[in-house]
């Protein structure tokens, strides 16, 4: 199985200010297709996840476009260019490469 | 708009069974993937399996494959989470979700709210 790791766990960030989740696969999440099927999720306080960010850059419907994903190969990044108070909750990157498909551990995103 | 609404969770003795239902709607059931996805008490999410559009399936691991059956009833679209020989470690809130293959890409584009499913004695 794809094991994915993110970090921080936790990130306590100023409102305004911008936060970053770092999110490595144990291996390429490279598809034989070409692309990468790795995708960004947010669960805030008491909701089920909301997809932010889908095939490692492209916002999902709605997805205000503060919210950005990067990265290539292993290693993955979740960017909130200017964090507001709704964006608190906890992050989710997930590869859907190769089934399992498999989830990051979570980083909480709250306000200092 | 795309609703799931999830039903059939409760409280089950070790070695039980629970027959987990997603009723879908805003639309067209048929042709999207589907998926069960389940997150224990204060822990991350863990997908648990999927169901093409051809009633092929995958699930996560032998634990898994073993115990829990995916289906659906596209007539009633509706999909079904079968477990049996429920375990603690299997006490979570279990989610139905969309399979964004048909929109968008793999990934997971819809989520319902969940229904807990608590093992205990």
Partial sequence: ?112 | QVQLVESGGGVVQPGGSLRLSCAASGFTFSTYNMHWVRQAPGKGLEWVAIINTDGDVEYNGDSMKGRFTISRDNSRNTLHLQMNTLRTEDTALYYCVRDGTSTVTYTLDYWGQGTLVTVSS
């Fill in chain 1, 1 to 112: 199985d794809i094991v994915m790791t993110q970090t921080p766990l936790s990130s306590p960030v100023t409102l305004g200010q911008p936060a970053s989740i770092s999110c490595r696969s144990s291996q390429s999440l490279v598809h034989s297709d070409g692309n990468t099927y790795l995708s960004w999720l947010q669960q805030r306080p008491g909701q089920p996840p909301r997809l932010l960010i889908y095939k490692l850059s492209n916002r999902f419907s709605g997805v205000p476009d503060r919210f950005s994903g990067s990265g290539a190969g292993t290693d993955f990044t979740l960017k909130i260019s200017r964090v507001e108070a709704e964006d608190v909750g906890v992050y989710y990157c997930m590869q859907a490469t190769q089934f399992p498909w498999t989830f990051g551990q979570g980083t909480k995103v709250e306000i200092k």
